[in-house]
Antibody, heavy 115, light 107 residues
Framework: EVQLLESGGGLVRPGGSLRLSCAAS????????MSWVRQAPGKGLEWISS???????HYADSVKGRFIISRDNTNNTLFLQMNSLSPEDTAVYYC?????????WGQGTLVTVSS | DIQMTQSPSTLSASVGDRVTITCRAS??????LAWYQQKPGRAPKLLIY???SLESGVPSRFSGSGSGTEFTLTISSLQPDDFATYYC?????????FGQGTKVEIK
């Protein structure tokens, strides 16, 4: 059974940084692209970044230059380094398995950016 | 970026009803479209991929159709567990985009 478990969310001041992690199990992690999708409170879903198994990355314009996606295929973990955070980044952040459609999702971790 | 527009935004229906949700893309995306179901406080769940392929384990009352710029998600007979918000998502380009969502409410 595929399991994705996010961690690292919390309250951060505007301009601050946070690093999210997503521990994966139940599949051959290195063989699959992984993605991050976020959802602001009461809003819809927004794709923000994807990374292939070999490390090719893509970012949404809203986070490009501020967020960095990476992965550790030895320890089956996906990361999202978030810098220069603003209140508009407040959301639940989900990691998801896949590059095109996302067939498995974690439970999400809440990031709140507020002074 | 490709814009995805869903209609309606909210839909009121009864158990047993046939329900159809439409998703339109701002440019052709071939069949690179997925549908998700999301319940409050829960992660989204993949229902349909490549416009019409049913994800494993998803009930057969769910079906998807369309190609190019117009797509539909149909629930043939609405069940109590189906009251939720539904999102379409295109993956024709590296920059994936979602529709704004359609909330299916109890009539």
């Amino acid at each position: 059974e595929v399991q994705l478990l996010e961690s690292g969310g919390g309250l951060v001041r505007p301009g601050g940084s946070l690093r999210l992690s997503c521990a994966a199990s139940g599949f051959t992690f290195s063989s699959y692209a992984m993605s991050w999708v976020r959802q602001a409170p009461g809003k819809g879903l927004e794709w923000i970044s994807s990374i292939t198994g070999s490390g090719t990355t893509h970012y949404a314009d809203s986070v490009k230059g501020r967020f960095i996606i990476s992965r550790d295929n030895t320890n089956n973990t996906l990361f999202l380094q978030m810098n220069s955070l603003s209140p508009e980044d407040t959301a639940v952040y989900y990691c998801a398995k896949g590059w095109g459609s996302f067939d498995s999702w974690g439970q999400g971790t809440l990031v709140t950016v507020s002074s | 970026d490709i814009q995805m527009t869903q209609s309606p935004s909210t839909l009121s229906a009864s158990v047993g009803d046939r329900v159809t949700i439409t998703c339109r893309a701002s440019q052709s995306i071939s069949s690179w479209l997925a549908w998700y179901q999301q319940k409050p406080g829960r992660a989204p769940k993949l229902l349909i991929y490549e416009a019409s392929s049913l994800e494993s384990g998803v009930p057969s009352r769910f079906s998807g159709s369309g190609s190019g710029t117009e797509f539909t998600l149909t629930i043939s007979s609405l069940q109590p567990d189906d009251f939720a918000t539904y999102y379409c998502q295109q993956y024709d380009t590296y920059f994936k985009t979602f529709g704004q969502g359609t909330k299916v409410e109890i009539k």
